[in-house]
């Protein structure tokens, strides 16, 4: 098997491009498809600084790499959320990757700032783990990132988390979920760190390949707590698709993007409000993440 573009040795087949690259080749296309996608969706300027959140996993640390090889200024954040060894690893992973690479990271631990962690949370707030903690991410994200004066908050999602997302959303027609849905989310005005996913175009197959070659040292496991979530239920059935017909995830959530605003015309702002009591974006008088808190608080004080 030959690289398309040079024919030298290939080191990895693309069914859904119906070609295959060698190293450098491959490194250039998944570049410019990063590129692309910020381009596209006007994620953010070369002069912007980014604050880039880091999990240990392959996709937030190929994406600090990719970016800060772009020559985009990126620091990296990471929330240590309290899941036992798991989040010690991960944490180990993404400080040895960033003291390696001389790139500034960020650490915020959760049970040091509220003396639980993300699986006590949950139990207090009586709310699913994967619930509690995406609550308490994006508050995160967005908090950090104003208080460090970052304009954008970037993430490794990428075309398999997006297309499964999108997948289970309209199996269930969650509508508000479908408006939301986009590799860019709105800063309302300067209100708050817009949300920007470079990596959406790019398969998990395709980043691993990425993370592999580049030597990046991440860690496999998924999160304990993730275990039996309906995601991988939906990315299991998208790959069965992909595999029968090479391209559709790509095809089917760009083809949404691209039929979204006939779809949902009358779209109301993402998030009009803004909390009462710490001032982050939401729907309602009080943000999920306060009231999440208030819950816990009055838990473990009673």
């Known amino acids: ?12 087949k693309l069914p859904r491009h119906n070609t295959a690259f060698c190293r450098d080749c491959f490194e250039d296309y998944l570049h410019n498809q990063v590129l692309k996608a910020i381009s596209a969706n006007k994620m953010f300027k070369k002069d912007e600084a980014i604050l880039v959140a880091v999990s240990g ?11 800060n090889k772009l020559g985009y200024q990126t620091v990296g954040l990471y929330l240590n959320l309290g899941i036992g060894s798991y989040s010690e ?19 915020q631990n959760y049970r040091k700032t509220y003396g639980l962690g993300i699986v006590e949370i949950a139990k207090e707030s009586a709310r ?20 460090k004066g970052f304009s954008v908050v970037a993430t ?29 989310l709105s800063d309302n005005g300067g209100k708050w760190a817009r949300k920007v996913k470079p990596l959406y175009r790019l398969p998990e197959r ?18 304990p707590k993730s275990k039996g979530a309906k995601m991988f239920v939906y990315k299991e059935a998208l790959n069965k698709l992909e595999i029968a017909s090479p391209g559709r995830k790509l095809a089917f959530y760009l083809g949404f993007l691209k039929e979204k605003a006939q779809l949902f015309p ?9 909390c009462g009591e710490c001032g982050q974006p939401c729907q309602d008088e009080t943000c999920g993440y306060c009231r999440l808190v208030a819950r816990v608080k009055t838990k473990v004080m009673s």
Not at 89 to 107: N, P, Y
Not at 266 to 274: G, M
């Open 266 to 274: 009358s779209r109301i702002e993402e998030n009009p409000n803004t």
């Open 1 to 12: 098997m030959k690289c398309r573009r040079c024919q030298i040795p290939a080191v990895i």
């Open 128 to 147: 699913p783990p994967c619930s509690a903690c995406g609550t308490m991410k994006r508050h995160h994200f967005n908090r950090i990132a104003m208080e």
């Open 89 to 107: 690893l991960s944490q180990e992973r993404t400080e040895t990757f960033a003291k390696g690479r001389g790139l500034e990271l960020i650490v």
């Open 206 to 223: 395709e980043m691993a390949a990425y993370a592999i070659l580049n030597r990046i040292d991440y860690i496999l496991e998924e999160c």
């Open 57 to 67: 996993g392959k996709d937030s640390l190929a994406l600090w790499h990719i970016l």
């Open 156 to 184: 490794g999602h990428n075309l398999d988390d997006e297309a499964s997302r999108l997948f289970g959303n309209l199996l269930n027609w969650q509508r508000p979920y479908l408006e939301k849905q986009s590799p860019t």
